[in-house]
């Protein structure tokens, strides 16, 4: 079991940065491929970016390939999104997840999620 709690959403302005965090309790945080997805209001949960279990490897979405940036820390138990060069379009709320495979931006293929952090990025 894997729960999962997420921090450092905001409101910034178009061009801006935000650091979101995911912190993870469990001592089998670092076997699992760690994602982050976002849903905007009246819109589907979207694929933002996962990393591999060791950190390794990582797999964006293409628009926001470029500006964000994840990574882990296993000591920590914790999974960072920097997010640069935001956008208005990248207002939602975001969510961190867990899943045992790598690679998929499937929501139904991560086994754990957190509750959400607001991001709102003004233009």
């Known amino acids: 079991q894997v729960q999962l709690v997420e921090s450092g959403g905001g409101l910034v302005q178009a061009g801006g940065s935000l650091r979101l965090s995911c912190a993870a309790s469990?001592?089998?945080?670092?076997?699992?491929?760690m994602g982050w997805f976002r849903q905007a209001p009246g819109k589907e949960r979207d694929f933002v970016a996962a990393?591999?279990?060791?950190?390794?490897?990582?797999y964006y979405a293409d628009s926001v390939k470029g500006r964000f940036t994840i990574s882990r820390d296993n000591a920590k138990n914790t999974v960072n999104l920097q997010m640069n060069s935001l956008k208005p379009e990248d207002t939602a709320v975001y969510y961190c997840?867990?899943?045992?495979?790598?690679?998929?931006?499937?929501?139904?293929?991560?086994?754990?999620w957190g509750q959400g952090t607001q991001v709102t990025v003004s233009s």
């Open positions: 997840a867990a899943a045992r495979l790598f690679g998929t931006r499937f929501s139904r293929d991560y086994n754990y």
């Open positions: 469990g001592r089998t945080f670092s076997s699992y491929a």
């Open positions: 990393v591999n279990w060791s950190g390794a490897s990582t």
